[in-house]
C-alpha cells in the first residue's frame, strides 16, 4: 500500500512538472520522489530491523526534501498551492 501511494506521488510529481523549464528544480524533485517508493520497496529485503528502519528514515527524508522544494516553489510563485492539493 505505501508503495503504490508513494508511486502515485511520483506519477503526480512527474505530470505537475513535466513542463516545467527550470530542469535542475524538475530532475531533483523527481528524483526524490521516486526514491520514496524505492526505498520502502527495498526495505522487505533487509533482513534486520535495523535495516528495515534505515531505509524508512531514508524514505521519510526523501518526502521531507520534496516538501521543502515544493513550498519554496510556492512562495517563488513559480506554482500555485492550490495545484498541489493531492
Known amino acids: 500500500m505505501a508503495v503504490q501511494k508513494s508511486q502515485d506521488l511520483a506519477v ?3 505530470n505537475t512538472f513535466k513542463d516545467n523549464k527550470d530542469f535542475s528544480f524538475r530532475g531533483q524533485i523527481k528524483r526524490a520522489t521516486v526514491s520514496i517508493s524505492n526505498n ?5 529485503d533487509r533482513n534486520s530491523n535495523a535495516d528495515f ?7 521519510f527524508a526523501s518526502n521531507s526534501e520534496i516538501r521543502s522544494t515544493l513550498y519554496l516553489y510556492i512562495r517563488l510563485s513559480f506554482i500555485e498551492k492550490m495545484k498541489l492539493i493531492y
Do not use: H, M, P
Not at 520502502?40 to 522487505?44: S, T, V, W
Not at 528502519?53 to 524514505?59: A, G, I, K, M, N
Open 40 to 44: 520502502i520497496a527495498e526495505k522487505f
Open 53 to 59: 528502519t534505515r531505509f524508512l528514515y531514508f524514505s
Open 12 to 14: 503526480y510529481i512527474y
